[in-house]
C-alpha cells in the first residue's frame, strides 16, 4: 500500500511538470498576473476611507432618500452614495493607494460653461471642449464604467449561483432518470416501450418554454392542487423533465452502440440481463457518453435563462433588471463574461473526464 502510494505522488509530481512545460507561457501570464493583483490588492485603500469621500452635504441634502452602496473587488474599492428620488449620486473609485472620483457631475460644469461662453459671445453654437475638459470627461466617464460594472458584479454572481444550481440540479437528475427511459425504450415489453418513446418525442418535440409556462401556469388552471409556488421548484421540474427525454436518447444511442457480440457473450457466460447490463454495456458506454453528455449540459446552462420568463433571479434575469433600472447596455459585457467563464470551467471539467475516461490514455 505504501508503495502504491508513492507511485500515486510521483506520477502525480510527473504529470504536473508535464503540464507546466507544456503550459509554460500561460502558467507565466497566470503567475504574473498574480502577483499583480497580489500588489495591487496591498496598496487598496480602507473601504472607510472611500466611504468617507461621500461629502456630508450629500448625505444631508438626501435624507431619508439616501442609499449607499460598497464593493471590495479584489485590487479595487467603490463606495457609492445615491438619492434615490433624484438619481444623483456620488461615487469614489480606490485603486492602486488612490482615490478617484467617478461621476459625470463634471459633465455638467462643462456643458454650463460652454453655454455661459456661448451667450456671452452672442453665438448659437456651442463652444467647444477644450482639449483637457475633454481628456476630464472621458477620464470621468470611463471610471464611472469602470464603478458600475464592479457595482454589479455581487448581485450577478447572486444570479449565476442560481443559473449554476438549477442546470446541475436538473441535468443530473435528469441523468439519472433517463436511465431508466433508454432501458424502457428499448425494452421488448412493447407497451412500455410505446410509452417511453411518447414521452421522449412529446419533451423532444416541444419548446422548453412552453414546458415552463405549462408546468407553473398551465398545472394551477387543471387543479388548483398543483399549484408550484416556488419559482425554482417550478423551474427545476421543467428542466428535469426536458433533461431526461434528451438524456435518454443519448444513452440509448450509446447503449445500442455497444457491439452485439457483448450482449451474445454474455448470454454465453450465464448473465442475466440486468447483469450485462450492469456489468458489460454501461461501463463501455460511459466512454461514449461524456462528449453528448457534455454538449447537453451547456445547452441547459444557456436555457436557464429562460427562467427569467417567471421572474426567477437567475443571472439573465438579474441584468435585464439592471438594465431596466439603470438605462445602461454595459451591463450585459459582465454577464456574457460570466456565462463564458461558466461554461469554460465546466467545459474543462468535461474534458478531463473524457481524458480520464479514454481508451487511449
Known sequence: MAKERI???????????????????????????????AVLGFLRPPMAKIRAQISPRFVRESGSRYSEAKV??????????????????????????????????REL?????????????????????????????????????????????????????????????????????????????ISKFKPLSKLCSAYIFVFRGSPLLMQLFF??????????????????????????????????????????????????????????YGQTMRLVVIPQSIRRLIPPVANEFIMVLKDASLVS????SDLAKVTQTISTTSGKVL???PSIAIYLIITALFTFIFNRLEKRFSIYQ
Request: hydrophobic share 45%; charged share 20%.
Open 215 to 272: 408546468i407553473y401556469f398551465g398545472l394551477p388552471l387543471i387543479n388548483p392542487n398543483l399549484n408550484i409556488q416556488d419559482r425554482f421548484t417550478a423551474a427545476y421540474i421543467a428542466f428535469t423533465l426536458n433533461s431526461i427525454a434528451y438524456m435518454a436518447e443519448i444513452i440509448r444511442a450509446a447503449i445500442q452502440s455497444i457491439d452485439k457480440g457483448q450482449f451474445e457473450a454474455s448470454k454465453a457466460l450465464g448473465l442475466t
Open 309 to 312: 420568463i417567471i421572474s426567477l
Open 109 to 185: 460644469d462643462l456643458k454650463a460653461k460652454a453655454e455661459k461662453a456661448e451667450k456671452e459671445r452672442g453665438e448659437t453654437v456651442r463652444a467647444p471642449l477644450t482639449k483637457t475638459e475633454r481628456r476630464e470627461y472621458q477620464r470621468q466617464k470611463l471610471l464611472e464604467n469602470v464603478a458600475d460594472i464592479v457595482l454589479w458584479i455581487p448581485p450577478l454572481l447572486d444570479g449565476s449561483k442560481i443559473t449554476v444550481s438549477l442546470t446541475i440540479l436538473s441535468t443530473l437528475t435528469g441523468a439519472f432518470l433517463s436511465i431508466f427511459m433508454a432501458l424502457g425504450k
Open 7 to 37: 507511485q500515486q505522488r510521483r506520477d502525480w509530481r510527473a504529470e504536473s511538470a508535464a503540464f507546466f512545460l507544456n503550459h509554460r507561457a500561460v502558467c507565466l501570464l497566470t503567475a504574473t498576473l498574480l502577483a499583480a493583483c
Open 331 to 333: 451591463v450585459y459585457i
Open 72 to 105: 471590495n473587488l479584489l485590487v479595487i474599492g467603490i463606495a457609492r452614495g445615491r438619492n434615490v428620488k433624484t438619481g444623483d449620486t456620488e461615487t469614489y473609485v480606490g485603486f492602486a493607494g488612490k482615490i478617484f472620483q467617478a461621476d459625470l457631475n
